[in-house]
Each structure stands twice: as C-alpha cells, then as structure tokens.
C-alpha cells in the first residue's frame, strides 16, 4: 500500500532522513521504533506532506505522491493522528470530528460514520457539545483518531498514541487500535512504548539516527536480545 524508496530529508545542516526505505502492506500494522531524535516523526510528516524531502520517492496504491500537497494525500485516502493530539481545543467534540471529514462530500456516509465512531467511542458521544480543550488526555487522544477515521483513510499514520496517558488508558489505546485495524484500516505506527507497539505490529523497523537499523515481524523483534536491551529495559 505504502512504500518508501531512498528517502533523504535534511533539516537545515542536519541530515534527517538518511536514504530509507521501508514498506506498508495493506491491512497490517507497521510499526517503526526508536529514541527521541531518530527520525520516526520526521518520516510520518514527510509521508503525509509537511515536511519536503530533498531525495526519494513516496508510492501509495502504486502511484507517486511525492510531490502531492497534503491535502491531495488525505483524499487519496492517507491521514495522520499528530503526536500531542492536536485537537481544536475551543470547538466542540462534534465541530472536531466534523472536520475530520472536510474533504467528503457524501453527507449520509458521513452521518453513518459518526455512529460508527460514537460506537468505537462511547465517551465521545457523550461529550458532543463540550469543548475540546477541557476534554481528559485520553478523551483528547479518542477524538483525535476519531477525527482521522472521519475522513475514511485507508492507511492512518499514527504519531505516539499512547504518549501521557496513564497505563489503563494505554491499554485502552492499543485494543482501539487493534480493532480499527480489524475493521480494514491499515496502520502505520509510531510508538515510545516499544513493548506494546512491537507486541501489536505485523511488521516493524528500528529506526536510529535517520537510518534501518533493522526490521523484521514484531514478535521476532520483540523477542531480540539486542532491541530487548536498548528499547524494552533488558
């Protein structure tokens, strides 16, 4: 569904991004781990647009996006929940999953899937006309993906799910994703818990300092002595 050929990214000086390449296949989760500072949110940012890569290219359903706008990308049926959430915080919880679909047209379809997402998330419903901003971090993290599912992707991008949230809701977070996964959306994850993203991903990449480390199905890495010691505490 996704694929990514020699992909350089440099920000001012600093090379980014060092040639890397990497594959999302249709109806899986991909998982891509590593510290702070090696790049995982820079590749999320340039795969949906925001950030420019000076080399590469970027295939989704087999057509060059490389050079498409952001906005294009999310039509193609691409989006990203943001690291911090990053919702509308003086908008209700409606007006922000209404903007979830501002690229569609279909109004039916589009009525159909906010009880879809009220189904996904009970809280939510319940919040309709309560202010973003004063929504717990895990209600702020429900409504986030909530709002990403609005535009229908078929690949969502995920960018540290799970991060500030208290352990319960972690869990919580990650059997959400498991199930909007079943319901046939393809995952592209970024996660600091590298148990949990390993222990949910078909496939995932170690990713330091701008390069692939290594890669392979998540249980094997899980089951890696050497990513045992760097990511998972030994």
């Known amino acids: 569904m996704l694929r990514i050929e020699n992909l350089h990214v440099y920000y001012g000086g600093i090379h980014a991004l060092k040639g890397i390449e990497l594959k999302v296949m249709e109806g899986k989760i991909i998982t891509l781990i590593g510290a702070n500072g090696a790049g995982k949110s820079t590749t999320l940012r340039t795969i949906c647009g925001l950030v420019k890569n000076q ?23 691409l989006v990203m929940v943001p690291e911090g959430r990053r919702v509308f915080p003086n908008l209700t919880v409606y007006e922000n999953l209404q903007l979830g679909a501002f690229v569609r047209k279909n109004m039916p379809a589009i009525k159909s899937d906010l009880k879809w ?9 319940e919040r309709l006309t309560q202010k973003a901003g004063t929504l717990s971090g895990g ?22 799910p799970s991060l500030g949230l208290a352990p319960l809701l972690v869990r919580e977070i990650f059997q959400i994703i498991a199930e909007i996964n079943n319901q046939g959306t393809t995952i592209l994850l970024i996660e ?28 094997d890495l899980l089951n890696n002595q050497e990513v045992k010691e760097i990511y998972l505490g030994g």
């Open 55 to 77: 080399q590469g290219n970027i295939f989704f359903k087999d057509k060059d996006i490389t050079n498409l706008e952001t906005r294009e990308r999310i039509i193609r049926g």
């Open 117 to 125: 997402i009220y189904q996904l998330f009970p809280r939510l419903e």
């Open 192 to 219: 600091q818990n590298a148990y949990a993203a390993l222990n949910i991903a078909d496939y995932a990449y170690v990713l330091e300092t701008g390069n692939i480390a290594m890669e392979g199905p998540g249980k």
């Open 139 to 160: 209600e702020q993290q429900m409504l986030a993906v909530g709002r990403a599912l609005m535009s229908r992707p078929s690949l969502m991008l995920m960018d540290e």
